[in-house]
């Protein structure tokens, strides 16, 4: 079975101070990975994704993934964080079986000033 | 990228009213839609997936004769709540998954807000 854990409910950073979200799944071939953000009231928007060849990935907004087969892991991380950047961020994934889509339970993301 | 459309984004219904919300993919065809509830400071919960002329797969749980979903066509799915009451006050997504796509990436849309008075 599928899983997809995320580390912390809730994590509050400074300004200007790297983010770090955790997300680790578990699945018994490498699977297509994901993080999404979601603002307030809106639906969730593609940060960034892995589905072959470097894992190191970059996505929008200054983010980046570091996909590790051998820690079954996908942490989500941003060098410096933006007010903007406060919102709630989901990892997910899809085992290469296109009819299903697994879901981490979220991280909230606070940037303090 | 791929634009998933949700209409209407807010909706206040009374109890025992049926709603409609409708998801469209605007720039691709999608052969597969998905329909999540989220409760407030919670995941997303995978009500059912659509296929394209097809009946709906129903996750376990979910009222398939409560929550209706019809997905006539390539870029449209819709969800209806059926005599709806105070508890199916929820925010509800879907998402769509491209015919042309092989890296099972979502798109999402951006919501509906269903409060049930």
Redesign the interface.
């Known amino acids: 079975a599928q899983s997809v854990t995320q580390l912390g409910s809730h994590v509050s950073v400074s300004e200007g101070a790297l983010v770090l979200l955790r997300c680790n799944y578990s699945s018994s071939v490498p699977p ?1 990975l ?1 993080w ?1 953000v979601q603002y307030p ?6 940060l960034l ?1 892995y ?1 072959t060849g470097a894992t190191l990935v970059k996505g929008i907004n200054g983010f980046e993934a570091e996909f590790k087969k051998s820690e079954t892991s996908f942490h989500l991380t941003k060098p410096s964080a933006h007010m903007s950047d406060a919102a709630e961020y ?1 990892c ?1 994934v ?1 085992p ?1 079986n ?2 299903k ?1 697994y ?4 991280t ?1 993301l606070n940037v303090k000033p | 990228g791929a634009v998933v459309s949700q209409h209407p984004s807010w909706v206040i219904c009374k109890s025992g009213t049926s709603v409609k919300i409708e998801c469209r993919s605007l720039d691709f065809q999608a052969t597969t839609m998905f329909w999540y509830r989220q409760f407030p400071k919670q995941s997303l919960m995978l009500m059912a997936t659509s296929n394209e002329g097809s009946k709906a797969t129903y996750e376990q749980g979910v009222e398939k004769d409560k929550f209706l979903i019809n997905h006539a066509s390539l870029t449209l799915s819709t969800l209806t709540v059926t005599s709806a009451h105070p508890e199916d006050s929820s925010f509800y997504i879907c998402s769509a998954r491209s015919r042309d796509a092989n890296t099972g990436e979502l798109f999402f849309g951006e919501g509906s807000r269903l409060t049930v008075l």
Not at chain 1, 41 to 46: A, H, P, T, V
Not at chain 1, 103 to 106: E, T
Request: charged letters at 15%.
């Open positions: 297509y994901f999404y009231n809106q639906g969730l928007q593609l994704k589905t989901f997910a899809n290469r296109f009819n889509f879901f981490g339970s979220g909230k």
